[in-house]
């Protein structure tokens, strides 16, 4: 059983920069063959929005509606990976997941408990 745990301030200004963690807890190392560990957010009252992975083998992909504010990268020691999203909006207010898929275009099988992330002054 793969148990995921996303970690991060709750509160971020505007115009400055959203870090998040996610740490494979149990069951799941991010280096595994194939898996890729991906962050998903829900706007309020909208649907969910995928963001970007990073593989096993340490590349990262991005969407390009953030790709020029956004950046995934890794800590294999500490089996987790990080978000960072730049120049925060309001926007950006929602539930940030962290979930992980067995390969590319391929479904969810695991999701972190969610963090909600508020962009307010």
């Known amino acids: 059983q793969v148990r995921l745990q996303e970690s991060g301030p709750g509160l971020v200004a505007p115009s400055q920069t959203l870090s998040l963690t996610c740490t494979s807890v149990s069951g799941g190392s991010i280096t595994t063959n194939s898996y890729y560990w991906n962050w998903v957010r829900q706007p309020p009252g909208k649907g969910l929005e995928w963001i970007g992975s990073?593989?096993?083998?340490?590349?990262?992909s991005y969407s390009p509606s953030l790709k020029s504010r956004t950046s995934i990268s890794r800590d294999t020691s500490k089996n987790h990976i990080t978000l960072q999203l730049n120049s925060v909006t309001p926007e950006d207010t929602g539930v940030y997941y962290c979930a992980r898929n067995p390969g590319p275009n391929r479904g969810f099988d695991y999701w972190g408990q969610g963090i909600q992330v508020t962009v307010s002054s």
């Open positions: 990073m593989s096993y083998s340490g590349s990262a």
